[in-house]
């Protein structure tokens, strides 16, 4: 009976069977509920300097504009370098950065301006941690356990959204923001000892030209492919168009339409945050990757549709059960697209084409500006429903409008069990077949 528990086990979850994989997990898991404070504390602080929607948006463009910056140079880095080096360097500079923010915020000596450039700065750092962590995947599990392994790591990233929001909230209202900023600096700490556990290196295929070059012939690679392409554009609609709400405009909702405090809101949090760890639940067992591009257009669509019923109501319970599904959508999107590109993009690439999934991330931040101002203008209200409508339609007008955007699982099969090119010398050829 033990024996069958075990096998069942291993069948549902591979991915942990992989020590380094369950070491790199664990550290990411506790880190996730350590950055939630993080989260909350930014959005709090900068909307009680400010109490404007279009000052809050340009939280996001101070996030966006960093991510921007960096994220195509943090690819080519995760593709050319040790990878668990590259992610101690990261995670050392952004435990230094919110260092120095939380001392700021705890003796009152900084101003708006001045938090919006430490937070470009962290968010520079973590555009090149993003695309590295993905790619040393790879180095960790099987091709196969992948879709397992991204499961999994998406969800230790983001579960502490069903958990954490409202320890958050009392945090800020009983230790402060800068307190709440200084918790989420034992998550860096936790995940360089994590790093440091680990025996795998990370080694990414030895590159002779500049680090321009590899960045442009990564760019190429992934806008000569189709699918490739589909996939980072519905993520950059569904991020631009919809996470911005989410993200970094969700407390002038809370407080304007449904007039929670700082403990309601991080009450909403944790109801998203049960749909996002419910996905993941789900998709961390599925146990196959058929059907994945469907998947990546239908929680795409879905996730505008409940942002348009999230927008239509005043009423908090049925506010956050609109908020919970939308959770559900926008990881169920979030997890089946980074499986989809991770089975069809050559291991040689891995670290570029994740760094553009983390350029769309940048453009989901800068968004929050313009519909921060336009919220402002209209309303936040007509904003919400606006765009949220004009996401579900442009997602749902992709199929029809590409016979690739209908078919972006269709290169798994060749892919899934190993049949791309080997790391190192094919990546010369590649760029001479897409340039």
């Known amino acids: ?74 690819g080519a880095l995760a593709d050319r370098m040790d990878r668990r080096t590259l992610l101690m360097a990261t995670q050392g500079g952004a435990l230094a950065v919110y260092g120095l923010l939380t001392l700021l915020v705890v003796f009152d000596t900084i101003n708006l301006w001045v938090a919006f450039g430490l937070i470009f700065v962290s968010a520079s750092i973590e555009s090149m941690d993003g695309p590295t962590r993905q790619a040393l995947l790879p180095n960790l599990v099987p091709r196969e356990h992948l879709p397992n392994a991204i499961a999994l790591f998406t969800a230790a990233t983001i579960s502490s959204y069903a958990f954490l929001p409202p320890m958050a909230g009392i945090a800020i209202e009983t230790i402060g923001v800068g307190g709440a900023f200084g918790v989420s600096l034992i998550g860096h700490v936790v995940v360089i000892v994590a790093l440091l556990a680990m025996r795998t290196r990370g080694e990414a295929p030895v590159q002779r030209d500049n680090i321009v070059h590899a960045v442009g012939r990564g760019v190429a690679y992934a806008t000569e492919r189709p ?14 168009l919809g996470f911005p709400i989410i993200s970094t405009l969700a407390p002038y909702w809370m407080t304007e339409v449904l007039g929670l405090d700082a403990m309601g809101w991080t009450f909403m949090g944790w109801c998203w945050g049960l749909g996002a760890v419910g996905a993941t639940v789900y998709l961390s067992t599925r146990g196959h990757s058929r059907g994945l591009g469907w998947t990546v257009i239908g ?52 670290g570029r084409v994740m760094s553009l999934r983390m350029v769309s991330s940048a453009f989901n931040q800068l968004a ?29 007008a992709a199929p029809l409008l590409s016979r690739a955007a209908r078919t972006l699982d269709a290169d798994v099969g060749r892919r899934e069990f190993g049949g791309g090119p080997a790391p190192g010398g094919q990546e010369g050829a590649d760029a001479r077949r897409v340039s």
């Open 1 to 74: 009976m033990a024996a069958e528990a075990d096998g069942g086990w291993r069948e549902r979850v591979p991915a942990l069977q992989h020590r380094d994989f369950r070491i790199l997990w664990a550290g990411m898991f506790f880190s996730s509920a350590t950055m939630m404070f993080q989260f909350y504390a930014q959005g709090w602080f900068i909307l009680s300097l400010t109490g404007s929607a279009s000052l809050l948006g340009l939280l996001g463009v101070a996030r966006g504009a960093g991510m921007l910056t960096f994220s195509l140079y943090g």
């Open 299 to 350: 929680s795409a669509a879905a996730f505008g549709l409940t942002l348009v019923l999230f927008g239509f109501t005043r009423s908090v319970p049925l506010a956050a059960v609109f908020w919970c599904l939308n959770g559900a959508c926008f990881t169920t999107n979030m997890i089946s697209s980074t499986s989809l590109l991770q089975m069809i993009v050559e291991a040689a690439y891995v």
């Open 368 to 396: 929050a500006w313009p519909l921060g101002s336009l919220a402002d203008g209209i309303g936040v209200e007509r904003m919400v429903r606006g765009v949220a409508t004009a996401l579900t339609v442009l997602v749902l």
């Open 227 to 240: 699918r490739v392409r589909w996939i980072i554009l519905l993520s950059l609609l569904t991020g631009t």
